[in-house]
């Protein structure tokens, strides 16, 4: 499984930088997504990096505020969130899959997620 972590409450406007890791597999052949779920919402797809160029894409209403990048050396994909706002509130999960295009039933070793609270 994948173990996401960092997550915390921070107030609005601030930031927060969440790490994707496994103790189980390499990272570096799998295009790894980060996802969130908000309490009685769907799961939804944020951001995700491929593997093989790390070539990255943003949900819209996080573009320009969450950032996704990779640490090959560290097998760890970061998640860095500017700008928080209270709507990020949400579980944060990351999973692997075969490719950033793939749905999100083809993303896998999903783990807990972390907590994101943005309040004041």
């Known amino acids: 499984q994948l173990q996401a972590s960092g997550g915390g409450l921070v107030q609005p406007g601030g930031s927060l930088t969440l790490s994707c890791t496994s103790s189980e597999f390499s990272l570096d052949y799998y295009d790894i997504g980060w996802f969130r779920q908000a309490p009685g919402k769907e799961r939804e797809g944020i951001s995700c990096?491929?593997?093989?160029?790390?070539?990255?894409y943003t949900a819209n209403e996080v573009k320009g505020r969450f950032t996704i990048s990779r640490d090959g050396a560290k097998m760890t994909v970061y998640l860095q969130m500017n700008s928080l706002k209270p709507e990020d509130t949400a579980v944060y999960y990351c999973?692997?899959?075969?490719?950033?295009?793939?749905?999100?039933?083809?993303?896998?070793?999903w783990g807990q997620g972390t907590l994101v609270t943005v309040s004041s």
């Open positions: 990096i491929t593997h093989n160029d790390g070539t990255t």
């Open positions: 999973a692997r899959s075969r490719g950033c295009h793939l749905s999100m039933a083809d993303f896998h070793a």
